[in-house]
């Protein structure tokens, strides 16, 4: 059940996160509706940066209880109690707070010059960077920093919490079956290696190792695609949600069923 818990509060972000970028994007692409507010492109930065931070580190708390799951199974009801499950969930969307609250109202206080045109599909932080008529190099560093921090301490976690996996798998006799603790860790692992390959592109590369619409196309994976295939990914993944599924379209075939029989009498 705690795995159900995060995966709730990691439905919650990446829906908060996309309802901040996607109707614009939307608007821009279909309706070609190309201007945003000064105070809307400052909100939807905030917004990015908390649910992006917040995802993160519930992934690293998944890892730690996938770790528990299956290093310390006779330990789990007792070590993942639903207080822990709450503090680890909170302190995630607390862990955003500070550099959602602090950059923005930094960076949008500094003065902006030219045609302030955004090349990119949503406000991101590079992009409204070169904007800027000030000297960024210090605002550069610290951001590179933040990344750096948001990205490494939860990677760190995951890369600790699946190394004593795969440690305590390979103590399993194959006759007892290793097979099925990696199937269970297959779904997390490869949501958490689809962000983490395209969110790494845009964030830790040099400036000048992709072009502006390489980064464009990578941002739309890692903004559109990676989250409805992280859907797709854990209901496929979850023997209740296919029972649960099979029931429904069972139920559906048998009103069918019905309707169609009391028709033909």
Same mark, same amino acid.
């Given at each position: 059940?705690?795995?159900?818990?995060?995966?709730?509060?990691?439905?919650?972000?990446?829906?908060?996160?996309?309802?901040?970028?996607?109707?614009?994007?939307?608007?821009?692409?279909?309706? #070609?509706?190309?201007?945003?507010?000064?105070?809307?492109?400052?909100?939807?930065?905030?917004?990015?940066?908390?649910?992006?931070?917040?995802?993160?580190?519930?992934?690293?708390?998944?890892?730690?209880?996938?770790?528990?799951?299956?290093?310390?199974?006779?330990?789990?009801?007792?070590?993942?109690?639903?207080?822990?499950?709450?503090?680890?969930?909170?302190?995630?969307?607390?862990? +955003?707070?500070?550099?959602?609250?602090?950059?923005?109202?930094?960076?949008?206080?500094?003065?902006?010059? +030219?045609?302030?045109?955004?090349?990119?599909?949503?406000?991101?932080?590079?992009?409204?960077?070169?904007?800027?008529?000030?000297?960024?190099?210090?605002? #550069?560093?610290?951001?590179?920093?933040?990344?750096?921090?948001?990205?490494?301490?939860?990677?760190?976690?995951?890369?600790?919490?699946?190394?004593?996996?795969?440690?305590?798998?390979?103590?399993?006799?194959?006759?007892? +079956?290793?097979?099925?603790?990696?199937?269970?860790?297959?779904?997390?692992?490869?949501?958490?290696?689809?962000?983490?390959?395209?969110?790494?592109?845009?964030?830790?590369?040099?400036?000048?190792?992709?072009?502006?619409?390489?980064?464009?196309?990578?941002?739309?994976?890692?903004?559109?695609?990676?989250?409805?295939?992280?859907?797709?990914?854990?209901?496929?993944?979850?023997? #209740?949600?296919?029972?649960?599924?099979?029931?429904?379209?069972?139920?559906?075939?048998?009103?069918?069923?019905?309707?169609?029989?009391?028709?033909?009498?």
């Amino acid at each position: 059940m705690p795995m159900y818990y995060f995966l709730q509060n990691l439905a919650l972000t990446e829906i908060c996160c996309r309802l901040s970028i996607i109707p614009k994007m939307l608007m821009i692409l279909l309706m #070609e509706e190309k201007i945003i507010s000064f105070t809307a492109c400052a909100l939807q930065l905030n917004c990015i940066i908390l649910f992006v931070t917040c995802e993160c580190f519930l992934w690293s708390a998944m890892a730690c209880d996938q770790q528990v799951a299956i290093c310390h199974p006779l330990q789990y009801a007792t070590t993942m109690n639903r207080d822990l499950c709450v503090r680890m969930t909170l302190g995630s969307w607390l862990s +955003g707070a500070p550099v959602a609250l602090s950059f923005p109202t930094w960076f949008f206080c500094l003065p902006f010059c +030219g045609r302030n045109m955004v090349n990119h599909f949503f406000c991101g932080v590079f992009p409204v960077l070169t904007l800027l008529c000030a000297d960024t190099a210090l605002f #550069e560093l610290l951001i590179f920093i933040a990344v750096v921090i948001i990205v490494m301490i939860p990677f760190s976690l995951i890369a600790i919490s699946y190394l004593r996996i795969i440690h305590a798998v390979l103590q399993i006799p194959p006759a007892v +079956g290793q097979r099925k603790p990696f199937s269970t860790c297959a779904a997390h692992l490869l949501v958490v290696a689809l962000f983490y390959s395209t969110a790494g592109i845009i964030h830790l590369q040099p400036k000048a190792s992709f072009s502006s619409n390489m980064k464009k196309m990578v941002s739309l994976s890692y903004t559109v695609i990676t989250p409805m295939l992280n859907t797709i990914i854990y209901s496929l993944r979850n023997q #209740e949600f296919k029972q649960n599924l099979k029931r429904c379209t069972d139920k559906w075939f048998l009103r069918k069923q019905v309707a169609v029989f009391s028709l033909s009498r």
